[in-house]
């Protein structure tokens, strides 16, 4: 189930809205009777500062609950409690000056240190909170084109400001947590997830949770990085998301609207393993719900999808070194994880693809194909058309089922053909002849091209419009090749020219507008260079 369709499923929440105003003024009511004294105990002050802290933190209404904080402020002006969660209510609101002011009191008031707690990791914040918070921090970083991703967690877990947190789930205690940062702009940092985990005291098993939370907080920050400098993906829920790890109950993940649940887990994971589960639950928050799928796990295949685009994604950036992380990453160990990764699961999905290309061909329906055959559709066009296309195809989607997809793609395509579409050959199959079963082969590190040895036959899906299209493959290497081509099956001409490296040209005329599965048969011996796939529609028809 994903939270795109969760969020639609609101009449509770709405009612519960509802209410909650006259459970807040009844609140304030009892408070002002108890603490309006000059004098109040501190029996008094601690009522308030819950009532504040619940108000703030488990409500999140930060306008009540700045409200009396601010009342609490007047009542206690000495107390550096009081004056920590003003600020957190203040920067909540990006009421950074103002919150500066309290926390710098705080400090004041506590001879000149900070003390870590939840108060000073609100859901947003700037660059003087975090540096006046003298704590470890991790810092990350990532590169995409000229654009940079930026996050930051502090690596030192706090305590709760109440007796104890609870989920709202499964009502499980945990008394610790990590808030994990993005960059915004102007200095402003907005929470994107807090983790809760527990003490080796309060878990049951006597679980060390600390460098599992590091690595959960570490993951987020890769995959929300990936998503939004690949995608500009991020959940669609006010931020930050909830994740609760408990080794409780029965091994499962459930994503619900703001909260995530690791369910029946024990410490001490890989870094891969949460970065492969962060990214699939990331999708469930932030990516398209396209389906539904029959006979699935999941019938809706977002969270399927981000789990593999943003183990590639990353994969790329690993490779061409375009990120920073912290020092104990194990940044080696995590390449080698993603790379079998992907070149498993993109192998097992794209050749479902190609199997599904020639069940369509015999007449099978599309409302049958399987999120395995979708997400090798989604692989290839990500790889051999670009991620900007995939994503480009995925926002003018008018639907969240498999014919708008196919619908966006094609209207892609027609569009970009007019002026001519270079596929850059990252995806495509290899055989040594036409009776060999192919080879899969996929780029992880965002070059373009393949090595092939002669003879060759590399088949490649190919979109395409009914009317005349022309097709060039450029290629480097052999000098005296032959190829043979075939659309589906049927031969079509060809020329072979030699200016500037190998070309390769043909037309295709009177297909069905949609996919057909090239082949092309290279002939003689040494190595050509693959390089891509140069397509221009001539003549429309209809």
Not at 365 to 388: D, H
Not at 471 to 481: I, Q
Request: charged share 25%; glycine share 8%.
């Amino acid at each position: 189930m994903t939270v795109m369709w969760m969020l639609r499923q609101r009449s509770y929440v709405e009612v519960q809205s509802l209410l909650a105003p006259f459970a807040f003024l009844s609140l304030v009511c009892v408070l002002c009777a108890t603490v309006s004294e000059p004098g109040a105990s501190e029996e008094h002050r601690d009522t308030l500062m819950q009532s504040v802290i619940r108000l703030l933190t488990v409500d999140r209404d930060l306008k009540k609950g700045v409200e009396l904080a601010r009342r609490a402020v007047e009542l206690y002006p000495d107390n550096p409690h009081t004056h920590e969660w003003l600020a957190y209510g203040l920067a909540g609101l990006c009421m950074f000056d103002e919150a500066l002011t309290h926390y710098r009191m705080a400090v004041k008031l506590r001879g000149g240190l900070p003390k870590l707690s939840a108060a000073w990791l609100p859901p947003n914040t700037c660059d003087e909170v975090i540096e006046l918070l003298s704590a470890p921090k991790e810092e990350i970083n990532l590169w995409h084109g000229e654009s940079v991703f930026k996050a930051v967690f502090i690596a030192t877990p706090c305590f709760p400001p109440l007796p104890i947190w609870r989920d709202p789930k499964f009502l499980e205690q945990y008394n610790q947590t990590i808030v994990l940062y993005r960059y915004v702009d102007d200095g402003h940092w907005e929470a994107v997830v807090r983790v809760y985990f527990k003490t080796r005291t309060l878990s049951s098993i006597g679980g060390d949770w600390l460098e599992d939370a590091k690595s959960v907080a570490l993951a987020f920050a890769l995959v929300t990085g990936c998503s939004y400098l690949k995608a500009n993906l991020l959940p669609v829920e006010a931020p930050p998301i909830s994740v609760w790890l408990s080794e409780h109950g029965e091994p499962n993940i459930i994503s619900d609207v703001g909260h995530i649940y690791w369910r029946g887990i024990k410490p001490k994971r890989e870094l891969a393993q949460w970065l492969i589960e962060v990214a699939h639950e990331y999708g469930h928050h932030a990516f398209i719900a396209l389906g539904p799928f029959e006979g699935e796990h999941e019938r809706y295949c977002g969270g399927m999808m981000s789990e593999r685009l943003n183990s590639v994604w990353l994969l790329e950036m690993i490779e061409h070194g375009k990120l920073d992380l912290p020092p104990k990453a194990g940044l080696d160990k995590l390449r080698v994880a993603l790379k079998a990764y992907v070149l498993e699961q993109f192998s097992k999905d794209t050749f479902s693809f190609l199997n599904w290309l020639h069940e369509v061909g015999e007449g099978q329906r599309m409302e049958r194909m399987s999120m395995r055959s979708f997400l090798g559709m989604v692989e290839f066009i990500e790889r051999n058309y670009s991620s900007q296309a995939l994503v480009e195809v995925l926002k003018k989607c008018a639907s969240e089922d498999v014919r708008s997809f196919l619908k966006s793609f094609g209207d892609f395509v027609k569009g970009a053909l007019n002026e001519g579409l270079r596929m850059p050959l990252r995806c495509l199959f290899v055989a040594q002849s036409a009776e060999e079963k192919a080879s899969f082969m996929v780029d992880v590190d965002g070059s373009e091209g393949f090595s092939v040895m002669l003879p060759s036959v590399i088949t490649v899906p190919v979109w395409m419009p009914s009317g005349t299209v022309d097709f060039e493959l450029r290629a480097d290497g052999c000098e005296d090749v032959k190829a043979n081509v075939s659309i589906d099956g049927e031969g079509v001409a060809v020329v072979v020219r030699r200016d500037d490296g190998l070309s390769i040209r043909f037309r295709a005329r009177g297909y069905k507008e949609g996919w057909h599965v090239l082949s092309i048969r290279l002939l003689g011996e040494g190595t050509v260079a693959v390089n891509h796939l140069h397509m221009r529609l001539l003549e429309q028809e209809g």
